[in-house]
C-alpha cells in the first residue's frame, strides 16, 4: 500500500511537473504578432492578444487606415470595434466634425 502511495505521488509529481515545463516551453515555429504573447509548447499554442488586437497571431485590428480617427483623435479598438478620442475641437464618431 505505501508502494503504491509512493508511486502514486511520484507519478502526479511527474504527470505536474510535465505539464508547468510544457507551458513555459517556447512555442516552436509560431510567433505571434508584435501584438500577443504565444503561449503553448511546440505541439499547439495560442496568442494572447493585447487589448484591441485579435486573430490566430494578434493581426487584426478595427483600428486601421479607413478608421483612423481623421488625424485628429486616437483610435482605441476592441475584437470588433472601434471609439475614436477626440482632440479638444473635434468630435465625431470619427473626429470628423470642428467644434467651437
Known sequence: ME???NDLRNGLQ???SGLNKSA???CGQEEC???GTCIGNKKSYICM???G???VHCEESPCDSVRDCN???LC???ASSYTCMCQIGHSGQRCELTVG
Open 14 to 16: 511527474s504527470i505536474g
Open 24 to 26: 513555459t516551453e517556447p
Open 3 to 5: 508502494t503504491i502511495e
Open 71 to 73: 488625424g485628429k483623435g
Open 76 to 78: 482605441i479598438g476592441t
Open 33 to 35: 504578432n508584435n501584438h
Open 49 to 51: 492578444c493585447q487589448i
Open 53 to 55: 488586437y485579435s486573430g
